[in-house]
């Protein structure tokens, strides 16, 4: 059997008629079903209310004083909560299978957006572990923050720090904790990859009128003395393994002195090399050694900030009236 449409078109009878996809969500928002959806959800939210308190209630009469043990209760009786109303939501408005599949997929987004730094650290953490920036042991900088790197877990890595109110680079006895997402927007500076010591200076400040010359030789025997042996095999091993994996290219090695003037004075500026780790103590061995070689070396005075005041050759000092002689 064939019925006959309006235009002249046949449709044979038992056939389904095309649906417009508006009439789905018309049905769906129906006044009963949306009436019947918002009474339940209503109903939802009071009994999760209702149960809330009650178990709020009970724990705060059994713990005295309230305390942390109420306030782990009062934190894990939210989440159950949270996540009764959020099933029972879904349940309520989107029994279907094709609506719960599009209410994860929204969940799903709205997550990713939610944990966007947390999922930035997870690959951070993967970054460090495949690109090795830096591993456990080394001695890095970030943002302002130096320390040896003690921990690295999957949303972030542990230093123990060195510096900020300690002088120099030595422990300050606190670990600090770093997202790994910072690296990706932050530089990192590594003082051991690849090649485990640093440039260090040192400058002595001697006045105008001191032997620039003597003190320069002061500092260059300091340096010969205390400062590490640049012919070191270790040292020359370092550099020419760094050299096969970076572009690090030194030419001399040797310490060297630089001279150069300044408000207060003559600056003698010594350049060495030095282990990461024995930077303070090798300082410490320059300065006592020169500045117990300047104490014998009369022609040689450190220069501080001064402030001089220079008179003419005819200036004249003239006492006031009545002014008494000290």
Known sequence: MVARLDG?????????????PMDGIADWFSDGDLAGRLVLTLLLFGALFVVRSLVLRTVRSRVEGGGSGYFRTKKWVAYVATIVAVVGL???????????????????AGIAIALASVLENLAGWVFIVTRRPFRVGDRVEVEGRSGDVVDIRAFRFSMLEIGNWVDA????????????????????????EGFPYIWDELSVMVTFES???AAERIVVASLKDHAPDSTDPQIVNSIREAGEQYLIRYQHLTPTTYVSVKDSGVMISGRYLVGVRTRRSVKDALWRSILEALAEEAKVDLAYPTSRIVYPDDFIVRRLPGESQA
């Open 90 to 108: 879904v349940q309520i408005w989107f029994g279907g299978g094709g609506g719960l599949t599009t209410y994860l997929g929204i969940l799903s």
């Open 211 to 213: 032997d620039w010359k």
């Open 169 to 192: 680079d030595q422990s300050t006895g606190r670990l600090v904790h770093v997202p790994n997402g910072k690296v990706f927007s932050t530089p990192v500076a590594n003082y051991t």
């Open 8 to 20: 002249g078109a046949s449709l044979k009878e038992g056939a389904p008629l095309a649906s417009d």
